[in-house]
């Protein structure tokens, strides 16, 4: 089994800095890519940033130069760096990532399962 936990989410003015964070744990032989995605409410969940194994990134345009995703492998952690927030930021965050689990590996599988964390509330008050 594999969790991920996320923390850091909260209240925050406009025009200020949040970091999110998001730890894997479990019966994890390596991950692939790791995501933050967000859900406002009303809409659909969208992809905020991801980033790969060797730490390629991508991200969503409307976060461009404000968000920086990063990742530590050694510690199965990523991490969301949100500065200028705006109020149209304002959703649950939720982490993603793609893991090739010990089971899978044991038995030569390839590919990954994906894992979700449980969302953190991020608010930004105008």
């Known amino acids: 089994q594999v969790q991920l936990v996320e923390s850091g989410g909260g209240l925050v003015q406009a025009g200020g800095s949040l970091r999110l964070s998001c730890a894997a744990s479990?019966?994890?032989?390596?991950?692939?890519?790791m995501a933050w995605y967000r859900q406002a409410p009303g809409k659909q969940r969208e992809l905020v940033a991801t980033?790969?194994?060797?730490?390629?990134?991508n991200y969503l345009d409307s976060v461009k130069g404000r968000f920086t995703i990063s990742r530590d492998n050694a510690k199965n952690t990523v991490y969301l760096q949100m500065n200028s927030l705006k109020p149209e930021d304002t959703a649950v965050y939720y982490c993603n990532a793609e893991v090739l689990t010990t089971a899978m590996a044991a038995i030569s599988i390839a590919g990954s399962l994906n894992y979700w964390g449980q969302g953190t509330q991020v608010t930004v008050s105008s």
């Open positions: 980033i790969t194994n060797t730490g390629s990134t």
């Open positions: 479990g019966s994890i032989f390596s991950i692939d890519a």
